[in-house]
């Protein structure tokens, strides 16, 4: 069965620097996506990035980026220059297989301070 | 502008009481979903869509209910039989169904703004 795992329930980072969110997965598939979704005070779900496993390179969208290290089963999201507004619950997560649903991890809460 | 709508965004309910949570989309998606969220615990699949009038049960699908009649509509009845309804709820679509091949989860999910349900 597919699992989603992220370890941090908790993260702050300081304004303008660099945080990264951890998270690991198990999977069968050998074809699939990956996704980090971002979930601000006000509770909208936004996809902040998503990997193709197939992929070497890793995924980046201007100030997110992935590592991406398919063999450990691991899929980190980097946040550089830390904003404000990055202020969220980020949650990793993967297909969930016959369901034909994302799997999701259990979130990291970041906070970002001035 | 295509998306989700969910309503209401409040919505308290009485013991015993059903209260059903509406899911509108424009978006021309095929499969459409149903996820719960209490703290610390994630988002867990109710139940899920992939065609009209069609449904499948996910990992908590007792004490709810839903219906496809519309491919734009998946409304989601929270009845008395659900032990435990205080929680946010979140319907989600996608133009697909994330399916296992060739490249499982090619189809990205699209969310609403979400219900909160508060039992009294």
């Known amino acids: 069965a597919q699992t989603v795992t992220q370890s941090q329930p908790e993260m702050s980072v300081q304004e303008a620097e660099t945080v990264t969110l951890s998270c690991t997965y198990d999977?069968?598939?050998?074809?699939?996506?990956l996704f980090w979704y971002k979930q601000p005070p006000s509770r909208q779900m936004i996809l902040v990035i998503r990997q193709e496993a197939y992929k070497q390179q890793n995924a980046t969208e201007n100030r997110f980026s992935v590592n991406f290290q398919k063999a450990a089963k691991s899929f980190s999201l980097k946040i550089s220059d830390s904003q404000l507004g990055d202020t969220a619950m980020y949650f990793c997560?993967?297909?969930?297989?016959?369901?034909?649903?994302?799997?999701f991890g259990k979130g990291t809460k970041l906070s970002v301070k001035p | 502008d295509g998306g989700i709508t969910q309503s209401p965004k409040y919505l308290f309910r009485k013991e015993g009481q059903n209260v059903t949570l509406s899911c509108e989309q424009n978006?021309?998606?095929?499969?459409m979903y149903w996820y719960r969220q209490d703290p610390g615990q994630g988002l867990r699949l109710i139940y899920y869509?992939?065609?009209?009038?069609?449904?499948q049960k996910g990992d908590i699908a007792e004490g709810y209910s839903v219906s496809r009649e519309k491919k734009e509509s998946f409304p989601l009845t929270v009845t008395s039989a659900q032990k435990n309804p205080t929680a946010f709820y979140l319907c989600a679509s996608s133009m697909r169904p994330q399916n296992r091949s060739p490249n499982s989860g090619a189809n990205v999910l699209t969310f609403g703004a979400g219900s909160r349900l508060t039992v009294l």
């Open positions: 978006l021309n998606h095929d499969a």
């Open positions: 997560a993967l297909p969930g297989g016959s369901q034909g649903n994302l799997i």
């Open positions: 869509s992939q065609i009209v009038n069609d449904f």
């Open positions: 999977t069968s598939e050998n074809n699939y996506y």
